[in-house]
């Protein structure tokens, strides 16, 4: 069965300050893909990311950085010199599989970024 | 281009009480989903629509919760009698289809209070 495990309830952080989230995920496929949410206070999940289980190659864009370890399970996801605006709910999720026939997401993480 | 839109944002019920709730998805997204989100939680599927047909309605409660989209675009998930353990977000979302690489859009979601 598939599962996705975010250990980190909340993250408090001071602005500027780099900060990494932690996903672990579950699955006995093969062909899988894996995301990245987010969800600010307004309640809708943003896209961030979408990366397949053949790709291990990590990802930059701008502050955002994502890690992906098959060997560990991981799929991590880093913020460089985080921002308030970054202040929100951010999910892992598994998709086993091609496409989005079933998101299964992980409990998130609340990030609080202060200034 | 207009994202997803779902109606009421919120509601507040009393229990055995009917409810719905309308979802538009993005013009031209062939599927559909319905999530529920509790407190603290990640969202769990509940339907996935292809154009008019559920495809995938395993974890929707068949008793009291029923589903509907006519015409392959606006959706209706509607629950009757409603139970105190209903309370959460229901989330709505569209993709262009599920056997394609995309990412998935989610409107703002509907809260239900079941009092």
């Known amino acids: 069965a598939q599962k996705v495990t975010q250990a980190q309830t909340e993250i408090s952080v001071v602005e500027k300050e780099d900060v990494t989230l932690d996903c672990v995920y579950e699955t006995r496929d093969t062909t899988y893909y894996l995301f990245w949410y987010k969800q600010p206070p307004s309640g809708e999940l943003v896209f961030l990311i979408r990366?397949?289980?053949?790709?291990?190659q990590n990802e930059i864009s701008g502050r955002y950085s994502w890690n992906f370890q098959k060997s560990t399970s991981s799929f991590n996801f880093t913020i460089t010199a985080s921002q308030v605006v970054d202040s929100a709910v951010y999910f892992c999720?598994?998709?086993?599989?091609?496409?989005?026939?079933?998101?299964?997401f992980g409990t998130g993480t609340r990030l609080l970024v202060s200034p | 281009e207009a994202g997803v839109v779902q109606s009421p944002r919120y509601k507040i019920i009393e229990k055995k009480q009917p409810v719905a709730f309308w979802c538009n998805p993005i013009s031209g997204h062939n599927t559909l989903y319905w999530y529920r989100q509790n407190l603290g939680q990640g969202p769990e599927l509940l339907i996935r629509y292809e154009n008019e047909e559920a495809v995938d309605d395993s974890q929707l409660p068949k008793d009291r919760f029923s589903a509907e989209r006519l015409k392959g675009v606006d959706s209706t998930l509607k629950i009757q009698p409603a139970e105190l353990g209903d309370s959460a977000v229901y989330l709505c979302?569209?993709?262009?289809?599920?056997?394609?690489?995309?990412?998935?859009?989610f409107g703002q979601g509907t809260r239900l209070t079941v009092v």
């Open positions: 990366r397949n289980s053949f790709d291990e």
């Open positions: 979302a569209s993709s262009l289809d599920t056997y394609r690489v995309g990412e998935a859009f």
């Open positions: 999720a598994l998709s086993e599989g091609t496409g989005f026939q079933k998101l299964v």
